[in-house]
């Protein structure tokens, strides 16, 4: 039956919804045995999971990363410490976890990556798939250059000396150009503080590490060969990782997922024992009730949310592809954000008791010590108090650059996976190791543009085009297509179809009107307060030809999009452009069993009649 339900005629849409749950009729072995399904990537035939532990451990593992570490602390403590904790928990409750199930359900249902996901859903969607996989790419470019500079700085933890705890003499001509004093990090007073000095710490990763340059209008200079070595050597165990799909990274995610808790509860037990960490903890959840006003909190826990998560990437829908049909995905969405939400807060406390003692030691307020959030607190402010500890300083910096590493992997294989996957949807003939070594070799070379002179300056324009502002966009088109285009009705009917599990009005609730409006209200507000880009200790604007690189990469997602929409109003017009026809399961049989059973509810339930608004608004609150 076909019915207009969301303004298109949707021929999967049955006019009713239930208040009796029919059971589905289980197929026997032999019908099982006959299954086909429409193309290559019939369920059957798709690689799985070695079981359920394995997608927890790699959903834990994506989603538990560098984000929770060194994002999530600086970002607290700048938007009102524990009063952060509140818009953060509602957005994750009413955005996060509703979007982080719908795309586990996309994935599960259809049994596709993201991009062949959206072309089943309707062709012209296709456009939101490749969207996310240009954010996801171009994230996954620069992450692993992070990833390499943390291992540089774990090369050099395996020494007494810590290598950034004291200032060096070739080090005089770049602080006299900008009129600036060293003060060695193993300085136990506040004249780091004082203006016109910095810390060898922060001094040692500008200089050492990244060999910065101040002024990127002549480029951004050639690549480091200490950084593109540990860049390989990032990509190459990535690789390792990935060089079976989910059959070998599903087996490393227990380490990939489990280990940096150890190192994390070993750290938070060493901070404990600190002088000055619980001031520095108390500073971490110090409340500004006052924040709660500031529209930029809010703003602040959405980008937080959807990073930390890794929502809007397609990793999620890619990961969940690979399930059984009828795994049970809201309890392992429950535990994975929650467990998100853990790390974060455990990482926050563990990070600010170090830089509680640190503050102790010099003397001052725990603000006054953090240089800033990411790589600012990785890189700069931790090592600084690691260098004042009086013992074993160099194990406790191995323990946190290795778990800094570990956690990379762990999002980095995701993320890698990710173009992997649609790679192998549209030509599975070839060997997945193939896939991967080709990717990883690809975006090994992108990177190298990371490890200049100018590379961080080129991650952070990067990061906003590709893994901010990208995302961002095709995410509010996820959400759109699937609760206005596909309809809420014909989702909620799928995902009660295959976990046998009718979704509740929290889940209609937020799907059908909080997530779409709040996506929308946050994304207004993003765009009018666009800042203006500016890179390096000088705060220049970006030369015109960098930032239109940037521009170009979000243009690149917005075109293909209209690209799609062009080539299926004008030239492929099999289908209407927005037509869900071809939308199921991947088998046959399947396909036929999931008719069937909405054809079955048709009969048994009376959904509202009306205009769209009063069905829409009926089903949601009502469920009929």
Known sequence: MTTKSNG??????????????????????????????????????????GNGLEFL????????????IWRFPFTAKENGGGAFLIPYIIVLTVIGRPLYYMEMALGQFSSRGNVKMYEKLSPVLKSIGFGQLIGSTCVATYYCCLM????????????SDLPWTECQNSWNDYLREINTECVASTNNTAETLKLNTTSSSELWFRIEVLRQTDNISDGIGSPDWRLTLCLLASWFVTFLVSIRGVKSSGKASYFLALFPYVIMITLLIRAATLDGAGDGMYAFIETDWNKLKDASVWYAAVTQCFFSLNVGFGSIIMYSSYNPFEHKINRDALIVTTLDTFTSLLSGITIFGILGNLALEMGTDVADVISSGG??????????????????????????????????????????????????DAFPNI???????????????????????????????????????????????????????YGLQNFCLDLEYMTNHRPGIYWRLCWGIIMPVLLLVIFVYFVVTLPTLTYGIFDYEYPDGILAFGWCILGIGILQTIFWVGYYTFYDKEYPIFSTENWGPSSSKRTKEWKQFKQDLLEQ??????NWFKRQITFIFLGR
């Open 8 to 49: 298109f005629d949707n021929p999967t849409f049955v006019d009713n919804e239930p208040n009796d749950e029919p059971k589905r009729t289980s197929l026997s072995n032999n019908e099982k045995a006959d299954v086909k399904g429409f193309n290559q990537d019939d369920e059957e035939d798709r690689a799985k999971w």
């Open 57 to 68: 451990m790699s959903c834990i593992a994506m989603s538990v990363g560098l984000g929770n």
């Open 148 to 159: 390499a500079i943390t291992l540089f700085y774990l090369a050099h933890s395996f020494t």
């Open 375 to 424: 790589t600012g607190l990785a890189f700069i402010s931790y090592p600084e108090a690691i260098a004042k500890f009086t013992h074993v300083a160099w194990l406790f910096a191995i323990l946190f650059f290795f778990m800094l590493f570990v956690l990379g992997v762990g999002s980095l294989v995701a993320l890698q996976n990710c173009l992997n996957t649609v790679i192998k």
């Open 431 to 485: 060997n997945y190791w193939i896939i991967s070594a080709f990717t990883a070799s690809a975006m090994f070379l992108v990177g190298l543009i990371y490890v200049t002179p100018g590379g961080q300056y080129m991650l952070d324009l990067v990061d906003h085009f590709g893994g901010t502002f990208i995302i961002y966009v095709f995410a509010i088109l996820e959400v759109y297509a699937v609760v206005y285009l």
């Open 605 to 610: 339930r009376n959904y509202s009649t009306g």
